[in-house]
């Protein structure tokens, strides 16, 4: 069945999905003391990682949040603390909330965020979504219930993607990690010329050769079964697609797969990264910097901003990074490899 972009977008949902992070990311930045070292002494999220003992990773998914929620502003690159969080934040003032909070910070997630924020990590960390595609293997039900929830919060954006993105003179895109294959679907579905293939891991496969059949795109749209992390990325593809991919990982590892993409890609081949954009100034927006706490809690990643993302395919050797806002609270990033 062919579907068209929404009239109406979907950022109502986000906002309301996302919003379930705002109080954890509060009460663990109270736990772990972080106003009253601001206070001390503005600084960057690099400064306040080591001045704290905690990693830095965590930190640039946190003060993002904290930004866009009206407590932190950063000014020149290091964070510093807003008059609402001097009056209600800090432990000593006469007007501190922080009394309050007790219940969120026993519970689940505000646990399991304050995890995330230990200079060391064991076995007995909470287990993550990314972990089964860490390890290559996720099973028939994992991978069900998987496509569900990507289809579902994908779909609209996918078709933002296909409408506002630049893909003239694609003829081969290789959807990397596309789960359900919702972004190939709409990408062949807007462009008859364009064959896509969706690379995942065996059980994901199968699950997205059923919405492909029911998108009605099957004989543009096939899939191969290729472990991103461990096996060598199919050639003869003209861009390589990820949506939802960086995020979920640290840079480090978001470094190899962009080498990757690079030597799979003939020259002049095009990379695109579908992703909510952190602004370059590490202060919000809100959607963003919810989305990145989850990322925190089920992923090894979190929201990168442009300038983050852009060094990384410059690195690999792109050029020319560019971003276009597509729908809702979704942008396109896309480079060039040169030739």
């Not at 009253?36 to 003992?53: F, Q």
């Not at 910070?105 to 990314?130: C, G, H, I, N």
Request: with cysteine; proline share 6%.
């Amino acid at each position: 069945m062919t579907w068209d972009i929404p009239t109406t977008d979907d950022t109502p949902i986000w906002d309301t999905w996302l919003s379930a992070h705002r109080m954890p990311s509060l009460a663990v930045a109270d736990k772990l003391g972080l106003f009253e070292t601001l206070h001390a002494e503005p600084a960057s999220a690099d400064d306040l990682a080591a001045r704290m003992g905690i990693g830095s990773e965590p930190l640039k998914a946190l003060l993002p949040m904290l930004s866009a929620l009206g407590f932190l502003v950063p000014r020149r690159g290091r964070y510093q603390l807003t008059p609402a969080a001097r009056y209600y934040l800090l432990h000593d003032s006469p007007f501190y909330w922080g009394h309050a909070f007790p219940v969120s910070r026993t519970s689940t997630a505000v646990d399991t965020l304050l995890e995330r924020f230990k200079p060391s990590r064991d076995a007995a960390e909470a287990p993550r979504t990314s972990d089964s595609w860490e390890s290559g293997q996720v099973s028939a039900e994992m991978a069900l219930n998987i496509a569900r929830i990507m289809h579902s919060h994908s779909q609209p954006a996918a078709f933002g993607a296909a409408r506002q993105g630049d893909f003239e003179g694609v003829t081969r895109l290789l959807d990397v990690g596309g789960g359900s294959g919702v972004f190939s679907i709409a990408l062949a579905q807007r462009f008859a010329t364009l064959r896509c293939t969706i690379m995942e891991l065996p059980t994901m496969c199968e699950r997205a050769k059923q919405y492909v059949a029911d998108g009605g795109v099957a004989e543009r749209v096939d899939t191969i079964s290729v472990d991103m992390f461990r096996e060598a990325w199919p050639s003869g593809y003209d861009a390589v697609f990820m949506s939802n991919i960086f995020h979920d990982w640290a840079p480090a590892t978001n470094a190899k797969l962009a080498a990757s993409a690079f030597a799979a890609l003939p020259p002049g081949g095009r990379i695109y990264l579908h992703e909510m954009l952190i602004n370059d100034e590490g202060s919000g927006p809100l959607a963003a910097a919810s989305f990145s706490m989850l990322m925190l809690v089920g992923t090894k990643g979190r929201q990168y901003s442009f300038a983050e993302l852009a060094e990384v395919l410059k690195t690999a050797g792109f050029v020319e990074p560019s971003a276009t806002s597509t729908y809702g609270y979704y942008s396109l990033v896309s480079a060039r490899k040169p030739g």
